[in-house]
């Protein structure tokens, strides 16, 4: 069975310095890794994949994840912070070996960004 | 272009009474999936549709049902209401299936309240 794991249920950081929201995965065979964004009162926003190739992935508003297969890792990540980041990110594995594709998603993670 | 549409955003029922729920996809996107969203139970996957055929299925019992039709909108239908299934319900739709390869974009959900 595949799962995921968002070790922080929140993450605080000043407006301007780098962040980091953490994910961990467990598959039996090769992974996609996602992450989303959720805003309040919204539906998730994509915000970058890895499939296959470059382990360092570039998504949407400047955020970049790095793959590590060796450390079955996932982390998001920004070089400066804006306060606009403050949301709820969620990371989702899907085991592409089974062929059946389902998603897991982790906890969550709340992002808050101070001024 | 418009993005995904679920109809109606807000919905109070009544245990034991039925819901169907509305996702009409991006135009041109053939994929639709449905997610689940609770504080409980965070974002679950339920199921995912192309052109017409259900390709996966998530752990939920028969209570839940979906289909497509052959425009691409997609229902969901839950009966026999539990106050647990108060949740927000999202959908996707993708040009390939689940946005494995391209980008999944989300609606703003439908927020269920079973009373």
């Known amino acids: 069975a595949q799962s995921v794991a968002q070790p922080e249920d929140q993450v605080n950081v000043a407006e301007g310095n780098p962040l980091t929201v953490k994910c961990t995965y467990s598959v039996s065979g090769n992974p996609y890794l996602f992450w989303y964004v959720q805003y309040p009162n919204r539906g998730l926003q994509f915000l970058l994949k890895?499939?296959?190739?470059?382990?360092l992935v570039k998504g949407s508003y400047g955020f970049e994840a790095e793959f590590n297969k060796s450390q079955t890792s996932f982390h998001l990540k920004k070089p400066s912070a804006l306060v606009s980041d403050s949301a709820l990110y969620f990371c989702?594995?899907?085991?592409?070996?089974?062929?059946?594709?389902?998603?897991?998603f982790g906890r969550g993670t709340s992002l808050i960004v101070h001024p | 272009k418009a993005g995904v549409t679920q109809t109606p955003r807000y919905l109070i029922k009544t245990r034991g009474q039925q819901v169907t729920l509305s996702c009409s996809p991006i135009s041109g996107h053939r994929s639709v999936s449905w997610y689940q969203q609770t504080p409980g139970q965070g974002l679950q996957f339920l199921f995912e549709y192309f052109s017409e055929t259900q390709r996966n299925k998530g752990n939920f019992p028969g209570r839940f049902s979906g289909r497509q039709f052959s425009n691409s909108r997609s229902e969901m239908n839950v009966s026999t209401l539990e106050l647990g299934d108060s949740a927000l319900y999202l959908c996707?739709?993708?040009?390939?299936?689940?946005?494995?390869?391209?980008?999944?974009?989300f609606g703003q959900g439908t927020r269920l309240t079973v009373v």
């Open positions: 890895y499939i296959t190739g470059d382990n």
């Open positions: 996707a739709s993708s040009l390939d299936p689940g946005g494995l390869n391209t980008e999944a974009f």
């Open positions: 989702a594995v899907r085991d592409i070996s089974g062929g059946s594709y389902i998603p897991t």
